[in-house]
């Protein structure tokens, strides 16, 4: 059974940080991609950071600017995402994705979601 469950959400004033992490079990968690998305209310979901799977190749969204750093521990099936200077805007539900391609269609897997509020 696949799961991916997402904690370190939470309140954090403006300035302030947070770290989220996923924890992945039921398929084999250093073939996959791993991403995080946020999603606010009446917003599209967007991709926050993504790392490769051996964890060589890292890449972030336009908005990040260097504040948030995506991390991951094959050894013990987990992601993380460390956000520094956060800001009201990044206000979100926060998702774990895992994604491979197989031999025919992606495998593609999401966690439930962790908020994360930005507020003084």
């Known amino acids: 059974q696949v799961q991916l469950v997402e904690s370190g959400g939470g309140l954090v004033q403006p300035g302030g940080s947070l770290r989220l992490s996923c924890a992945a079990s039921?398929?084999?968690?250093?073939?996959?991609?791993m991403r995080w998305y946020r999603q606010a209310p009446g917003k599209e979901r967007e991709l926050v950071a993504r790392i490769s799977s051996t964890g060589l190749n890292r890449n972030y969204g336009d908005f990040v600017k260097g504040r948030f750093t995506i991390s991951r521990d094959n050894a013990k099936n987990t992601v993380d995402l460390q956000m520094n200077s956060l800001k009201p805007e990044d206000s979100a539900v926060y998702y774990c994705?895992?994604?491979?391609?197989?031999?025919?269609?992606?495998?593609?897997?999401w966690g439930q979601g962790t908020q994360v509020t930005v507020s003084s």
């Open positions: 039921g398929f084999t968690f250093s073939l996959y991609t």
């Open positions: 994705n895992a994604w491979t391609m197989g031999t025919r269609a992606p495998y593609d897997y």
